[in-house]
Every structure is written in C-alpha cells, then in structure tokens.
C-alpha cells in the first residue's frame, strides 16, 4: 500500500531555517511527482511547489520562490523542503503529497503533515 | 492565480440529507478540479478527480459535476462518517489554488 510518511513536527525561532522530510513506501518514489501545501490554522491550504524526484527538477510558487528549495534523495526513497527565513506566518502544518497525473490529475495520497511552529 | 469561491462556507444537514458544495473558478480550468474531504488533525482524502470521476473506494453517495468554471460536490444520504471538512483543488493552472473550505456539521 502506497504511503508517504513525514517527519515530526518543528519549533523554531524566527529567521531559522526547517527541513521537512517525507518518504515514500509501497511504491517507486521516482514514479511520481511530489508536491508540497501548507495550510495555517482555520485558513485554506497553500500550494508550495512541486519536485519530479526522477530528476530533481522543482517548480516552486512565486509566493515562496525565494525561501523554499525541494530535493529528493532517491536512495532513501525521500523528498525533502527546506524554508528559510522564517516568520510567525510560517506557522502551519506542511503536507506533501503525490500527484497521479494518468488516469487521475489529482493528488491522491498525502502525507500525515508536519507541524511547523514559529516562536520566538 | 486563478481564484477558488468555494461556498458555502458552512452548512448544517442531518444524517440522511442531500448536501451540495459549489466551488468557482475565477478563470477555465477545464475539469482540472479534485474535491477533499479533511477531518480534524488528519490528512486530506480525495474523493474526486477530474471534477466527476470517484476515486475508487469512496461511497458512491459522493458525485461531482462541473467544467469551466463551475463545479459542484455532492452528497446524498448524508452518513455520520461524513462530517467534515470539504474543499477543491483546481490543477488546471500554476500556482495551484484551493477553495476555502466548507464545513459539514
């Protein structure tokens, strides 16, 4: 059964740097692209960016095109987000998940989320 | 960025009833729109794609329609298992954008 497991959740302060982890089980992580949202308490969720784990190749949203870098390490089955400069609005629970282009166009497994709590 | 109107944004219905969610698109996005179903603490479920094909497994009381612009989730026969939150997605364009949400109680 295809699944994707993230890391544990964060505290960190202001200015700081994350890395978020999620790593794919039951499936070629190479098979699939992965995209990344967040979605901040009572708000709707927030497309990040998306990364082809095959080659590297990421697209990120203008909105955090200077902040956020996605890599994978395929060997471990992983991909990885890294947000710098944080601030208080970065406070969210960050999603990845998996887009199944044929026959769905959809994202259809998501991981669990990882807390992201920005305190000073 | 195309621009998601979902509505609304909370409704009130009883175990049994029909419920229809609406989400428009503030430009076409052909039928690149995927509904959510979100619980509490938990992960987003799809339960449809291409705005009207279910996802296997999910409860055929769930149906979706719409192109375009416009599209509709569905409920009939409301079941306890289905108060949640509800969302879309549209995939059609970059960035990709949700709808704020509507929440089932």
């Known amino acids: 059964q295809a699944q994707l497991e993230q890391s544990g959740a964060e505290i960190k302060k202001p200015g700081a740097s994350v890395k978020l982890s999620c790593k794919a089980s039951?499936?070629?992580?190479?098979?699939?692209?992965i995209h990344w949202m967040r979605q901040a308490p009572g708000q709707r969720p927030e497309w990040m960016g998306w990364?082809?784990?095959?080659?590297?190749?990421?697209k990120y949203s203008q909105t955090f095109q200077d902040r956020v870098t996605l890599t994978t390490d395929r060997s471990a089955s992983t991909v990885y987000l890294e947000l710098n400069s944080l601030r208080s609005e970065d406070s969210a629970v960050y999603y990845c998940?998996?887009?199944?282009?044929?026959?769905?166009?959809?994202?259809?497994?998501w991981g669990q989320g990882t807390t992201v709590t920005i305190s000073s | 960025d195309t621009q998601m109107t979902q509505s609304p944004s909370s409704v009130s219905a009883s175990v049994g009833d029909r419920v229809t969610i609406t989400c428009r698109a503030s430009?076409?996005?052909?039928?690149?729109l995927a509904w959510y179903q979100q619980r509490p603490g938990r992960a987003p479920k799809l339960l449809v794609y291409?705005?009207?094909k279910l996802q296997s497994g999910v409860p055929s009381r769930f149906s979706g329609s719409g192109s375009g612009t416009d599209f509709t989730l569905t409920i009939s026969g409301l079941q306890p298992e289905d108060f949640a939150t509800y969302f879309c997605?549209?995939?059609?364009?970059?960035?990709?954008?949700f709808g704020q949400g509507t929440r089932l109680e």
């Open positions: 998940a998996r887009l199944v282009i044929i026959p769905l166009g959809a994202l259809d497994i």
């Open positions: 990364i082809n784990p095959d080659n590297g190749n990421a």
């Open positions: 430009q076409g996005i052909d039928t690149w």
């Open positions: 039951g499936y070629s992580i190479s098979d699939y692209a």
């Open positions: 997605l549209q995939l059609g364009s970059f960035p990709w954008t």
């Open positions: 291409t705005a009207s």
